[in-house]
């Protein structure tokens, strides 16, 4: 019997569920993040509009930089405000 | 060297060899039967110590129960396994103990007759015997055998989960299957090992030496003990880990991102001090090349800390697009002999032994055979790092400039240090707008219209690190292209290497 001792940080991350999808977004507050990547802006622009047009209450956010997460206030913005979150990475 | 941990009681605790610490094979006769000492005078001998064979009728006329390390036969007690000299915390053998109720109260050691009469209370001994004769060293102590003793029997203070291979398990596979690898094999993180690679540092195990991305767990130092292994580092690379280990963990280096971004880059350790040339590492020919252990396998431990114990992986939070064989291990010493430079670390705030991260990508060769004044090699440079990234998009990407002796040399000629070279680069490296426009050269890339004034500097302040390492031959120098910089994404990292 061979012994090795475990090189991980022998945690797991705690998985959390998706809450249910909602069934209409007319009247909800949905959040647009941006983080800040090259263009983010052109589908984000592009979203809102669309949205709009199905009632639902659209909120901006940015973080400062795609390179780092979002700092802990925003986040604690984005939760307290939005009922659904679409965040966009693209270039 | 002692034979127990410090910090566990040696002496203070004669009766260790108590109830269920006893974990030799069934066969084996137990101290005391009941684990306990038996009452009297207990010693414990080699075979193989002159001293040993000279008392050995002393032994036997006072009727004491004798241990042996290594001839189970010679007495009546076998320790070949070592468990009772190394919780009786046996140096010298032969010991000689009086054992009073299952407690020491008496111990001398090798062969004195005054002082085995005042222990025993008998008169006379060994007659025929020197008045005095040293012993030898117990087996216990023998450094190639301590680290497995502690590991067995030491209680040896290791927190870490301790995982049982089966006796079918391929140990290499075993681990490559519970993915703890990089890809390559790695050495079997056991007890001993972790122990051994312990004593390279005189840091406490349980320290906290940063708090690893992305999962942003509290790492130990024996976790990085346990990767260090892994990685294949001898413990005298420990302390450079622990250091390199905390700098790619400061906020502003960024880990999260560099390891989560699409882009190329992984952490570049670079080590400055005399700790480079005493554990060995290249900063000559082929420095960022393989075929030095403690390159190649400190960089490796510091990318398993963050697989391991932070929880990046490629292809989960890692999403590189193509990634660079760097991050895998990419370290290097800086070549502080003869370099036009002061070192690295010692510039940037941190004399002495120390290292250097930054986030880096690659290595993109720079060649000039015939500059032999300074300014036509900074043209040389300049040329070469502008297209760092691309050509149009200043101001983004980092990058490290590795400069070879060669080279180094029309500096040093010239007077130029890392000041003087960064200033003339500096200016070589302005941009005009025009150039970097979107659209402009038939090149979709490059800046938005209405951002760039005139000119643009083509790194921000503090955006071109600059290092000398090579060997003695060869006209050629090195960029490491670097990612984001600043605090816009990652900024370079240095930190005192502590023993």
């Known amino acids: 019997m061979r012994t090795v001792l475990d090189p991980t940080g022998e945690r797991r991350a705690p998985e959390r569920p998706l809450l249910p999808r909602p069934a209409s977004l007319q009247g909800r507050s949905v959040g647009l993040l941006d983080i800040s990547k090259a263009r983010g802006d052109v589908v984000l622009d592009r979203l809102a509009e669309l949205l709009g047009e199905h009632g639902a209450t659209v909120r901006r956010y940015r973080k400062p930089t795609f390179a780092r997460v979002a700092p802990v206030d925003l986040r604690q913005e984005i939760t307290e405000h939005c009922e659904v979150v679409i965040e966009a990475l693209a270039d | 060297m002692s034979a127990v941990p410090s910090g566990t009681p040696a002496r203070a605790d004669p009766v260790r060899c108590g109830p269920g610490t006893d974990r030799r094979g069934a066969g084996a006769p137990g101290p005391g039967g009941a684990g306990q000492l038996p009452d009297g005078l207990v010693a414990v001998v080699k075979r193989d110590c002159p001293t040993c064979v000279l008392v050995e009728p002393v032994?036997?006329?006072?009727?004491?129960?004798?241990?042996?390390?290594?001839?189970?036969?010679?007495?009546?007690?076998?320790?070949?396994?070592?468990?009772?000299?190394?919780?009786?915390?046996?140096?010298?053998?032969?010991?000689?103990?009086?054992?009073?109720?299952?407690?020491?109260?008496?111990?001398?050691?090798?062969?004195?007759?005054?002082?085995?009469?005042?222990?025993?209370g008998v008169a006379g001994l060994g007659e025929g015997l020197p008045e005095h004769r040293p012993g030898c060293g117990s087996l216990s102590v023998d450094p190639a055998r301590i680290d497995a003793l502690e590991a067995r029997y030491g209680g040896s203070g290791l927190a870490s989960r301790r995982i049982e291979l089966a006796d079918l398990e391929d140990e290499h596979e075993a681990l490559f299957d519970r993915g703890w690898t990089d890809g390559l094999p790695v050495v079997p993180p056991t007890p001993e090992r972790v122990l051994r690679m312990l004593r390279g540092t005189t840091r406490d195990p349980g320290e906290v030496v940063a708090v690893v991305p992305p999962d942003l767990v509290p790492c130990t130092v024996e976790k990085v003990a346990v990767n260090a292994v892994l990685a294949g580092c001898l413990p005298e690379y420990l302390p450079v880990v622990l250091a390199a280990l905390e700098a790619a963990c400061a906020e502003e280096f960024a880990l999260h991102g560099v390891l989560a971004t699409t882009h190329f880059a992984g952490p570049v350790v670079v080590?400055?001090?005399?700790?480079?040339?005493?554990?060995?590492?290249?900063?000559g020919v082929n420095a960022l090349g393989q075929g030095n252990r403690a390159n190649a396998t400190i960089g490796r431990a510091l990318q398993l800390v963050v697989r391991?114990?932070?929880?990046?992986?490629?292809?989960?939070?890692?999403?590189?697009?193509?990634?660079?064989?760097?991050?895998?291990?990419?370290?290097?010493?800086?070549?502080?002999?003869?370099?036009?430079?002061?070192?690295?670390?010692?510039?940037?705030g941190v004399p002495g032994d120390a290292v250097t991260v930054f986030a880096g990508s690659g290595v993109q060769p720079v060649v000039d055979q015939l500059s032999r004044d300074a300014g036509s090699l900074a043209r040389s440079f300049a040329a070469c790092l502008r297209v760092n990234a691309h050509p149009k998009l200043p101001m983004a990407f980092d990058a490290m400039l590795v400069v070879s002796p060669e080279h180094g040399r029309v500096l040093r000629e010239a007077g130029w240090d890392r000041a003087r070279l960064l200033a003339e680069l500096d200016g070589l490296l302005r941009l005009p707008a025009g150039e970097l426009a979107r659209g402009a050269g038939g090149m979709a890339e490059g800046l938005p219209p209405g951002v760039a004034a005139d000119e643009v500097p083509k790194f921000r302040p503090g955006g071109l690190l600059m290092t000398h390492a090579g060997g003695d031959a060869g006209l050629f120098s090195a960029i490491v292209g670097g990612w984001v910089g600043g605090e816009m994404g990652s900024t370079p990292v240095t930190r005192e290497v502590r023993a």
């Not at chain 2, 004798?66 to 320790?79: E, K, L």
């Not at chain 2, 009772?84 to 000689?96: A, G, K, N, Q």
């Not at chain 2, 080590?271 to 900063?283: H, L, Q, T, Y």
């Open chain 2, 308 to 348: 391991n114990v932070g929880g990046g992986r490629p292809g989960e939070v890692d999403r590189a697009t193509l990634g660079n064989p760097g991050k895998t291990t990419f370290c290097f010493a800086e070549r502080e002999r003869d370099s036009p430079f002061a070192p690295l670390a010692a510039d940037r």
């Open chain 2, 59 to 120: 032994l036997r006329g006072l009727g004491a129960a004798v241990w042996c390390q290594d001839d189970p036969t010679w007495f009546d007690h076998d320790d070949t396994a070592l468990e009772l000299s190394y919780r009786l915390d046996v140096e010298t053998v032969p010991t000689l103990l009086r054992i009073e109720d299952g407690v020491e109260t008496a111990r001398t050691v090798g062969w004195s007759r005054e002082q085995w009469e005042a222990l025993t």
């Open chain 2, 271 to 283: 080590v400055n001090g005399p700790v480079a040339a005493r554990i060995g590492m290249n900063s």
